[in-house]
């Protein structure tokens, strides 16, 4: 089984910069494309920002320039740098990563419980 713990999550100034992190424990081969995700009152659940093992990222069109996604993959930890916030950035974000538990396993995708990032002056 494999835990995704987020931090880093509060209530920031419009314009202000909060860093998210996502640490994977459990049984861990290998990880594959890790990523933050969203979710607002009332809407669905979308793509933030994904990055892959070997550091290829993509991020949604309203984010960027403004967030930063990074991951170590000595500590199985995914980072998301978060600046020049915006009332529509708040929203309940969720870290996501696609694991492998074995060398002849397949990979699971597992979520964290999510962190509340409020954007409010």
């Known amino acids: 089984q494999v835990q995704l713990v987020e931090s880093g999550g509060g209530l920031v100034q419009p314009g202000g910069s909060l860093r998210l992190s996502c640490a994977a424990s459990?049984?861990?081969?290998?990880?594959?494309?890790m990523g933050w995700y969203r979710q607002a009152p009332g809407k669905q659940r979308e793509l933030v920002a994904g990055?892959?093992?070997?550091?290829?990222?993509n991020y949604a069109d309203s984010v960027k320039g403004r967030f930063t996604i990074s991951r170590d993959n000595g500590k199985n930890t995914v980072y998301l740098q978060m600046n020049s916030l915006k009332p529509e950035d708040a929203a309940v974000y969720y870290c996501n990563a696609d694991v492998l538990g074995s060398r002849v396993g397949k990979y699971i995708s597992y979520w964290g419980q999510g962190t509340q990032v409020t954007v409010s002056s």
């Open positions: 990055i892959t093992s070997g550091g290829s990222t």
């Open positions: 459990g049984i861990i081969f290998r990880i594959n494309i």
